[in-house]
């Protein structure tokens, strides 16, 4: 088990103009889960097979346990790497498929067998052992990919998008088994995604990239509860958070911000990080959840009247698509609210929760 | 009621098209209309159809018989005592078969399987490294190399004739079994190379950098996973080889003039020459003799070949 050290790591591609990863420095602690999400062409996949060394680095340096590895071959950076797509191969059965690795390196014939015995009794797949990857399911596949890295007894693991290619049910139980083999080998890994909920579900950390630049790394409860800029807060989070435009005013008292027909008062750094701005707008965010219905009785926050266009019920709450003048607004509403398309509603806006954002550069203002 | 008959039955062959089998309730009242003219409207390209497939079968047919005439002497005259170049009742007899070898012909064939085989060893594994190597890694000049390679494969063989005779002359390679199947195997691997790149163009990198990423080195990469997935080019290429050593007639007869090292297709050249008259009965068995491996070869590599080319379950998509 070893930390991963990336330094000023870029990589550009020739034929492309802007660098795929772009002075990218990040740390994955000896253990850790680190999932990396961003969208697609973020640079996270590149990222993880310049960790892997099947690119080289551009630019920056790749440590793996300390040791530079710019010029380690991959199959000598004692790594294990789940691919999207599995990479079983098809013409071995399953078995041989396990074997491959301990075969290349050399390892005597009786171990061999044992630990195949026992990461397929772990995962459940002994029965399949006599098998072609042709013949397996999707989830099949992917545990066998799993045992295949598991019998590496790497130093890393390496995953890229290892659960994509499974339908939505068998992505969950996944997601659960990849967390409890982790529990029960806490090898340091990397798991790239493009999907918020695995990056939220499973990692210990998270890094988001996005332009092939590092945009934040913490801990999925802290990147959710303290986005660092704009792209951060509208990736994590599911339904997404609601932006508003919003302006400063300055009337005598402290400087406010108006979004909607609402005022946000702003206070200690917030208020001066917004005056120093050099044009008087702001990005006010919500998460649909800081939205609420306002009581009958009418609160000290301030609320908004909106037309329902849909409600989604999802069981246990209700998701409310609502129309306030121009602006369109996503919040959360508890189940069985009696709501439908059309009914007029008073919604309030948790401001303490508020998260403001430069709407030029993007970056967090409060 | 029996005048109503024959259109009852034809309604209950109706109905299946009418409404997908509903019944012939259904169909009695769906026929006087739709029906009568969607079957009117299926029945008439049909008759074309099959007009046309009669001329194409019968032009088929003409042709096969053609092919066949030749395939059928061959087998006749090779099993017949009395063998002409017509055709006659065979008189089953292996006497022929008997006659062509004592007078040389498993030596011949011998020598052919040895040009065949060693040529298709050496052409086979040179195509296999360029390929690969032209596939993968970064090559100075590739696609100028590449269009040379295809432009020399298409080039006739005849033309280097001399220019190899020279070199076997200085190089004291004349007269060596070993040394032809080089030349032969030189002459495939051209288009070899040319179709294995290709190959392995589409086998997919993953499996490489898995297998890597597993500990394996680029030798076993190589072998164990990239030779394997690219099978059917591989068996196609040493098919092509082989075919072509096999019936290999002016290298051998130029660069090879040892009578011991004689192959096949020189054999029979030289046994329609041996005497006044041909010899059609021997000269058949001879040329059956001769086709054997090559069929054999056939046989066993279609088998190969059916499988395809699958990466099924390796990746997707």
Redesign the interface.
């Known amino acids: 088990m070893a930390k991963i050290i990336l330094e000023g790591v870029s990589k550009v591609f020739k034929d492309k103009p802007s660098p795929a990863v772009d002075d990218l420095n990040l740390e994955v602690e000896d253990g850790e889960f680190l999932v990396m999400v961003g969208p697609s062409g973020c640079g996270k996949t590149t990222t993880l097979r310049m960790i ?3 690119e080289v680095p551009t630019a920056g340096v790749v440590r793996i346990g300390g040791k530079p590895m710019n010029n380690i ?9 789940v ?1 999207q ?7 071995m059965t399953i078995a041989k498929n396990l074997a ?2 301990m075969k ?2 050399g390892e005597p014939r009786a171990t061999i067998a044992r630990e195949i015995e026992n990461v397929a009794g772990m995962l459940g797949i002994e029965s399949l052992l006599g098998r ?5 399911s999707g989830g099949e ?1 992917q545990r066998v990919a799993l045992g ?1 890295a598991l019998l ?1 007894r790497p130093e890393a693991f ?1 995953l890229d998008e290892p659960l994509s ?1 499974l339908d939505a049910a068998l992505r969950a139980q996944m997601r659960l088994e990849l967390k409890r083999i982790h529990a029960q080998f806490p090898v340091t890994t990397v798991y790239v995604t493009h999907d918020q909920v695995e990056a939220m579900t499973m990692a210990d950390r998270i890094a988001l990239m996005s332009h092939g630049r590092l945009q934040q790394t913490a801990s999925p409860e802290y990147i959710y509860d303290h986005p660092a800029n704009a792209f951060v807060a509208s990736f994590i989070g599911s339904p997404k958070i609601n932006f508003f435009q919003g302006a400063l005013v300055r009337d005598g008292g402290g400087p406010r911000v108006t979004f909607l027909d609402c005022s946000l008062e702003l206070t200690g750094t917030a208020g001066e990080a917004v005056e120093r701005l050099p044009h008087p707008n702001v990005t006010v965010g919500f998460r649909p959840e800081e939205i609420r219905l306002a009581p009958a009785s009418g609160g000290r926050l301030p609320t908004v009247k909106c037309v329902v266009e849909l409600v989604e019920p999802l069981g246990p709450e209700t998701i409310l698509v609502v129309r306030a003048g121009e602006e369109t607004l996503v919040c959360k509403v508890p189940a069985r609210s009696g709501l439908t398309a059309g009914d007029v509603v008073t919604l309030e806006f948790d401001t303490s929760q508020a998260k403001l954002f430069d709407p030029e550069s993007g970056s967090r203002l409060n | 009621m029996r005048s109503l008959r024959p259109k009852q039955e034809e309604d209950r062959d109706l109905a299946p098209l009418a409404d997908g089998g509903l019944g012939a309730g259904v169909a009695q009242a769906a026929q006087r209309s739709p029906v009568a003219i969607s079957r009117a409207q299926i029945r008439r390209p049909d008759r074309r159809d099959r007009k046309q497939r009669a001329i194409a079968n019968s032009i088929l047919v003409l042709l096969g018989i053609g092919f066949l005439t030749p395939m059928i002497w061959l087998i006749d005259a090779a099993f017949s005592t009395h063998a002409s170049s017509a055709l006659s009742a065979p008189s089953l007899t292996f006497a022929n078969f008997g006659k062509t070898i004592s007078e040389g012909a498993g030596g011949a064939i011998g020598n052919s399987l040895y040009l065949g085989i060693v040529s298709t060893v050496i052409a086979t594994v040179v195509s296999i490294l360029a390929g690969y190597a032209l596939s993968r890694h970064r090559v100075p000049l590739k696609a100028f190399f590449l269009l040379s390679v295809l432009f020399l494969s298409a080039l006739p063989f005849q033309l280097l004739l001399i220019p190899i005779y020279e070199i076997y002359v200085h190089l004291g390679w004349l007269n060596s079994p070993f040394y032809t199947s080089v030349a032969l195997a030189a002459n495939s691997v051209p288009f070899a190379i040319w179709l294995l790149k290709n190959f392995i163009d589409q086998v997919p990198r993953e499996f490489e950098e898995a297998a890597a990423i597993e500990g394996a080195g680029s030798v076993r990469i190589l072998w164990k996973v990239v030779v394997p997935l690219a099978m059917p080019g591989i068996l196609v290429a040493s098919i092509l080889t082989f075919i072509n050593a096999w019936g290999a007639f002016l290298l051998p007869l130029v660069i090879d003039t040892n009578p011991a090292d004689t192959p096949a297709a020189i054999g029979i050249y030289s046994n329609i020459l041996a005497d006044a008259q041909i010899q059609y009965g021997p000269l058949a068995a001879y040329a059956i003799l001769f086709s054997i491996p090559v069929i054999v070869l056939y046989l066993v590599c279609t088998r190969w070949l059916h499988g395809g080319f699958a990466f099924a379950g390796g990746v997707k998509g």
Do not use: Q
């Open positions: 892997a060394g099947f071959w991959p199959k000598d950076r004692n790594l294990a790497m691919f797509n599995y990479a079983l191969f098809p013409h491959f690795g290349a390196r072609k990857p042709g013949e397996l596949r295949r590496r390496l290619n």
